[in-house]
């Protein structure tokens, strides 16, 4: 957050650029001086003269060198920072929001259920646990796509996650092709079907709302507590700051007091999400 003027952002040069899919593109940028985080945070990015989106921070703070968004193109400002190239600058507001339970989660079994994109802020804190290994229990990362053109961080998903120690990594696609051998179905089902044991387990969910929906009806039938499930909302925003009123669900501002919630939580608040 710059320390005079919380609307002015700070300026980040692109570093690196990778397209995860045909609308998905990963930018890495350098961490503005001052910028620390936690996974699950989110931070405003900006073109100038365009506007400013709220992206999850999808790089891990034990990397300090830089940091990285995944970008869906779906309308002006997305599209802008899809054009950025290498060298020129974005503008970086943050970080927004609270964070996963990260203290809560040392010494647990830790569940991460992803779906499409979802799996931007999930990989922070997956990628945090990898570079924290002994701190955390066993590791299962189940994820979904629409098909297999549409997965996103694929290489890692198939290489290098599943390599690390006590980890294991499902992937389903909505439909299949011809060269997809894998699982075919959507993640509620699949998550059932592996039926990860909710002993000492804390699982986190983040996806398109009606994935989420089905995956915490799931959990539930699984044995998992409301209290120990915990899901990213993306409502609209706009300041990031709890002063527009334009992200409140009921009493809560998702801006400040979410994008990270339990199932507990949710109980409580209307359904408006
Ligand atoms: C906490 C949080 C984390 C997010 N993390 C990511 C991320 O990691 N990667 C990513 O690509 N996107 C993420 N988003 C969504 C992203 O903010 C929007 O897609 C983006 O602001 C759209 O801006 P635009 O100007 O390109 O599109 P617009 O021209 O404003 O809109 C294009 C289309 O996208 C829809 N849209 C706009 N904003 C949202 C939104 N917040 N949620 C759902 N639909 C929206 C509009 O209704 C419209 O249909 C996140 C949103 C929130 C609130
Ligand atoms: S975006 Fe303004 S109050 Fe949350």
New binding site residues.
Partial sequence: MHKDNPYLPSLATIQGIEDLTSD?RLLRVTLPAGFSYLPGQ?ALLSILGV?E????I?SPPTQPEYME???????????AIHEAEVGEQIGVRGP??NHFPVEMMRGKNLLFVGGG?GL??LRSMIKYAFDRRSEFGHIDVIYGARSPQDICFFKELTESWPQQPDTAVYLTVDRGDEAWSGHTGFVPAFLEEIAPSPQDCLAVTCGPPIMIKFVLQSLEKLGFSRDMIYT??????KCGLGKCGR?NIGDKY??VD??VFSFAELGELPNEF
């Fill in positions: 998905v989110c506007g989106s709220t992206i999850s999808t968004f995944a970008i869906k193109r779906v309308g002006k400002v997305t599209e927004m929001g994109i931007a802020p990213t909302l993306e409502m609209k925003m992200c998702v801006c979410g994008p």
